[in-house]
């Protein structure tokens, strides 16, 4: 249901189908207050004979969701004994199935040879998530995915093919933590969401995503390939492992700047005087790594300023060598950190600066991959 909605405020036709069993679960009058469309559930009621025809040739991308192992089972053989089975044989369409089963239905041999089938016909099938089944069930896979994530992958079937097909992009998000003693650290306030925003939106785009998170507060997609990093140097390291093959790297995370020189083995007790914490610089990613990086690849980096914002940037693009930088003033509010929006301007290497409106992290994700195509381009 949360789905036909997302679909439909994303501005999507969406056609719902009803099987007899989802008809058990909910009503089709439900589905139609939703997308305002009809619901349709016949194959051979009158005037329903070439509905499955029509649907089928008129839709960019077939979605199943939850897909049961029934489904599955009767699409990997062929079957088209209802409106929804029949859709799948007349059309030519991208489809994805996202099986929501018994976590040993899905585990049993006659679902992994239907899953194995339905791919090699070239059918999409959406993992099932971990988590707590139905009632009494406990845990394990068989959930349906989180909507935003079955969303991602539709976004990801209908615009494959575009110029991020088949390149190799690491975005950093969150920040580091680095540790006092056992039960303390030094951060910063760094969300994680422009990073995840742009990982997502570079997935989307058929990219082949890798994401180095440090600490984030939102979920991390389940589809995205993540390096999960704590410190400055795990981070870095991460990324000096990955920066050879990549074609693009977004430093998108929040680094700490500094670090205690000295890490206490236990914890540090409280006494009546608070300890005296002496810092020391943490290595700069960007800097150390920067020569690992592949001949054209484009490199992006983010500023965070408050003074100096135009000046400061330009001057970090060049110190990092990169070919684009996203200046964030850090005192505007719906801007930076935590947020879900952001107000940045972009500067290239040409110092060609391009101030943008605030918009949600998700658009400027989106704005940003569009430079970063353009940079891609011309090399
Ligand atoms: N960065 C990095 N390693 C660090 C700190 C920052 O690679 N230890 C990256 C960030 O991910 C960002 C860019 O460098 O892409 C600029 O980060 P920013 O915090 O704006 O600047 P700093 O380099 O830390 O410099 P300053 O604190 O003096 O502004």
Known sequence: MWLARLLTQAGAEVDVVMTRG??????????????????????????????HIRLAREANVIVVAPATADFVGRAAHGLADDLLAAILLA????????????????????????????????????????????VGEGSGPGRMPEPEEIMSHIGRLLESGTSLKGK????????????????RFISNHSSGKMGVALARAAWRRGGDVTLIAGHVDIPIPTEIPTLSTSTVEEMSRAVAEKLPTAD?????????????????????????????????????????TISKRKKKSVIVGFALETTDGIKNAKEKLKSKDLDLVVLNDAKESGAGFGVDTNRVTVIGRNGKHEELELMSKTDLAELLLDRVEEELRGR
Request: aromatic share 4%; no cysteine.
């Open 248 to 288: 693009v790297l977004i430093m998108a995370a929040a680094p700490a700047d500094f670090r205690p020189a000295v890490q206490a083995s236990e914890k540090i007790k409280k006494l009546r005087s608070a300890p005296k914490l002496e810092l020391e610089p943490t290595e700069d990613i960007l800097e150390s």
């Open 91 to 134: 059309g030519e369409s991208k489809v994805l199935l996202v099986p929501a089963m018994n976590d040993r239905m899905w585990s049993h041999a006659q679902t992994r040879r239907n899953v194995a089938q339905a791919r090699s016909l070239g059918y999409e099938i959406l993992e099932p998530a971990e988590g707590p089944l139905a």
């Open 168 to 183: 190799r992009i690491i975005v950093t998000a969150g920040a580091t933590r680095e540790p006092i003693d056992p039960v």
């Open 22 to 51: 989802a008809r058990e679960f909910v009503g089709p009058i439900t589905f139609e207050a939703v997308t305002g469309r009809p619901v349709h559930t016949d194959i051979f009621g009158p005037g329903h004979a070439l509905d």
